[in-house]
């Protein structure tokens, strides 16, 4: 299969441990080893969020944030790919072009954030789609999309299985609540149902998840299937 595989940089590099980091890249040269084509994308993480305080609060703008965003998960992406070795492009995509170009020289492309106001969450349906992969795993710091923001409300409820567009309307209504986080986020969830791409949201703290779900089809969350 092509696959492309999501790591929130929470789940990636939370305090920058390197141990965390040569695990995911094992699992992904894992899927490597079995036949699998492969691409990954990178969050910023706490990292991320910490630097863009910071700059917030010395007076830099919504864009200029996002700038300073994209390039921590650039430098996140950079150490999956020191992980990787030689099966990874030598640095970071900085387009969707570069990423299938790397794909079709038969490296793994890491991307990280490509352009200002957008998610590395719609970076990785984005370029899901543009290499027309068959399955798109996001390996988050949760455990599958929820009725309502878990966080916030006993009663939310885990789904198994959603269609694209059940998952674009949970997805706008956990959106609608200010403070609230979702697994992946309304642009995602739009570009992951006009796509038809099938989809699977779990917990990836544990990379052996990912190996899981792609090798054997067995995880705990949420499967997003295409319409009918």
């Known amino acids: 299969m092509k696959v492309v595989v999501n790591v929130g940089g929470s789940v990636l590099a939370p305090d920058l441990e390197p141990d965390r980091v040569a695990d995911y890249a094992a699992a992904?040269?894992?899927?490597?080893?079995?036949?699998h084509t492969l691409g990954a994308v990178v969050g910023g993480g706490p990292t991320a969020r910490e630097y863009?305080?910071?700059?917030?609060?010395?007076?830099?703008?919504?864009?200029?944030?996002?700038?300073?965003?994209i390039a921590v998960?650039?430098?996140?992406?950079?150490?999956?790919?020191a992980a990787l070795d030689d099966r990874a492009a030598a640095a970071p995509a900085e387009s969707y072009e570069s990423g299938r170009e790397a794909i079709r020289r038969g490296d793994i492309p890491v991307l990280g954030g490509i352009v200002a106001a957008q998610t590395?969450?719609?970076?990785?349906?984005?370029?899901?789609?543009?290499?027309g992969?068959?399955?798109?795993?996001?390996?988050?710091?949760?455990?599958?999309?929820?009725s309502a923001d878990p966080d916030s409300d006993s009663e939310a409820t885990q789904f198994d299985q959603l269609t694209a567009g059940e998952l674009v309307d949970v997805i706008a209504d956990i959106e609608m609540n200010a403070g609230s986080s979702a697994p992946v986020d309304l642009l995602a969830a739009k570009v992951i149902e006009r796509s038809g791409i099938r989809t699977i949201v779990l917990d990836g703290t544990d990379p052996q998840r990912v190996v899981d779900a792609v090798q054997d089809g067995e995880f705990e969350g949420t499967e997003i299937l295409p319409e009918a």
Do not use: P
Request: proline share 0%; net charge negative; glycine share 10%.
């Open 28 to 35: 992904i040269q894992s899927l490597d080893s079995a036949g």
């Open 52 to 69: 863009i305080g910071t700059a917030r609060e010395l007076g830099a703008n919504e864009i200029e944030l996002d700038q300073l965003g």
């Open 73 to 81: 998960t650039r430098l996140n992406g950079r150490l999956l790919i």
């Open 120 to 131: 590395t969450d719609a970076v990785a349906a984005a370029f899901a789609e543009y290499v």
């Open 133 to 146: 992969a068959d399955l798109l795993v996001y390996a988050t710091s949760v455990n599958g999309v929820y």
